[in-house]
């Protein structure tokens, strides 16, 4: 089948045909999938969080709340390996695995391929790709491994930071830089000793609203859905210009750190045959203006 074929099947409900658009856009062939698109939007969640914090069981406790409202659900769970590896695909199709015959979820891994920020570049096109698709809400999970996650808050919103009791998650979550962008702060396992006392010291941190969480019971999920829910009613178009924008600037940067010139334009700067500000003004195509010289 050819692309606008793909389409149409995924629009009445093939996994299979959805899994093969998918790697298209993780592929050379990106434009043309974007290309054979109505425009369409949805709701997309972040969640991110260091390793071990719950995020995946968090995942499969959410998806099964959206789909008790009678929702699609996508999963992209962003994985930093290789995408042959199964990596973070494998590891939710374990946490997810009440839903995995649902055909009204998909599961999908997403491999990092190097870009910058901890998402990969594809993750805009198959947010687009999803909401072309009829899918009403795409739980994007991203790898938690610190200061690369803050990207998230560009596609997502909200962003749910996802922390431990005790351990030092929020201390943690403070130096990677995460509670800047956190437009939620869950603690998870807060049937475990210290959950009160990490509360208290998020608190002291952060003005963010803080809910407490057992996602492997269910236990809390409700005001989760709510408080996410509440978040994207509070949204604007200021707000999604402003994410829009950085979607940009993060690619464009991925792209230039593939520029042909850059490597010359690197030696022509440490021999002093020219300065960085002449060299990042032709990397970009464009002219200094006086004032930057």
Do not use: C, F
């Not at 692309?3 to 996994?15: F, T």
């Not at 599961?107 to 594809?122: D, M, P």
Request: aromatic share 2%; charged share 20%.
């Amino acid at each position: 089948m050819n692309i606008a074929e793909l389409v149409s099947v995924a629009r009445g409900g093939s996994l299979r045909a959805t899994g093969r658009l998918l790697s298209l856009v993780e592929s050379s062939r990106r434009e043309e999938v974007l290309a054979a698109l109505d425009p369409a939007t949805t709701r997309v969640v972040g969640l991110t969080g260091p390793p071990g914090a719950g995020k995946s069981t968090t995942v499969g406790a959410l998806t099964g709340a959206y789909r008790k409202k009678g929702m699609r659900v996508a999963v992209l769970a962003v994985d930093p390996s290789s995408p042959y590896s199964g990596g973070a695909l494998l590891g939710d199709r374990i946490r997810m695995s009440d839903h995995i015959n649902d055909p009204d979820v998909l599961i999908r891994s997403v491999a990092a391929r190097g870009h910058l920020g901890g998402l990969a570049a594809a993750v805009p096109a198959a947010i687009r790709l999803l909401a072309a698709l009829a899918y009403d809400v795409i739980l994007l999970e991203t790898v938690g491994v610190g200061q690369s996650e803050i990207e998230i808050a560009a596609v997502a919103d909200p962003t749910v930071v996802i922390l431990n009791p005790g351990a030092g998650d929020a201390i943690q979550a403070a130096k990677a830089g995460l509670l800047e962008v956190a437009d939620l702060l869950v603690v998870n396992k807060a049937d475990r000793d210290g959950a009160d006392q990490t509360v208290r010291d998020l608190r002291a941190e952060t003005d963010v609203q803080i809910l407490k969480l057992v996602a492997s019971t269910g236990e809390g999920i409700d005001e989760l859905v709510d408080a996410i829910e509440a978040h994207q009613r509070a949204d604007t178009p200021a707000r999604r210009t402003a994410r829009a924008r950085s979607q940009i600037l993060s690619l464009a940067q991925t792209r230039l750190r593939t520029h042909p010139s850059l490597a010359e334009l690197a030696a022509a700067v440490a021999d002093g045959r020219t300065d960085p500000y002449a060299a990042a003004a032709q990397l970009v195509g464009e002219q200094m203006e006086p004032s930057t010289q």
